[in-house]
């Protein structure tokens, strides 16, 4: 079993919604967590970190955690087709020596 | 962006061949991260450094060798390249062990 697990989609919505990107994992130990927005033929880039449980939010962006279902959210307000590329989670515990990375989520956000 | 190079960007070279990727960084960072990204398996790491001279196997090492002799830079080396070694090279770093992770451009591996 992966220690994380990631929808690989293809994800396509329309310009403005609401996207939902989700990640479960199986280790109840990890407690941080860190989102990636990845463009075709570039680098990961760090959107979101979070330690622990709960919400944290940056301009449209919000990231979620539930520990108690070992699940991990990103939600995009007024998605834009500029937020048109691969989503990224990560997770590692504060007794692990390397983040562990979903295989990512394919997003489309088509004007 | 955090002050990641990585070299070369692209290379082609041939099975057996012994191969260096090089990552330069200048956000004087103690930790130092090899990735490598495959279609369907995501970033999976090689191998890290927690300092000059200190490093650590990853999950998928085997075959790669790596060498950190100063803060700035850390270098990758494929002894001897297979085929199996062809993929996306990157490289991240990171204050710490939990701190957020900065990645660079990437570096395009093919090996015939």
Redo the contacts between chains.
Sequence with gaps: QKEVE?DPGPLSVPEGAIVSLNCTYSNSAFQ?F?W?RQYS??????LM?TYSSGNKEDGRFTAQVDKSSKYISLFIRDSQPSDSATY?C?M?S?T????Y????TSLTVIP | DAGITQSPRHKVTETGTPVTLRCHQTENHRYMYWYRQDP??????IH?SYGVKDT?K??VSDGYSVSRSKTEDFLLTLESATSSQTSVY?CAISEG??S???????TRLLVL
């Excluded at chain 1, 033929?41 to 760090?46: A, F, H, S, Y």
């Excluded at chain 1, 990375?101 to 990512?104: E, K």
């Excluded at chain 2, 957020?100 to 990437?106: A, E, K, L, S, V």
Aim: hydrophobic share 25%; proline share 9%; no cysteine.
């Design positions: 990631q941080y860190m990636y033929r570039k680098g990961p880039e760090l970190y990224l990560a590692t504060s692990g020596n390397q983040f990375f979903g295989t990512g | 369907g398996h995501g970033l999976r790491l890290y650590d990853g999950e990157f062990p939990y957020p992770q900065y990645f660079g451009p990437g």
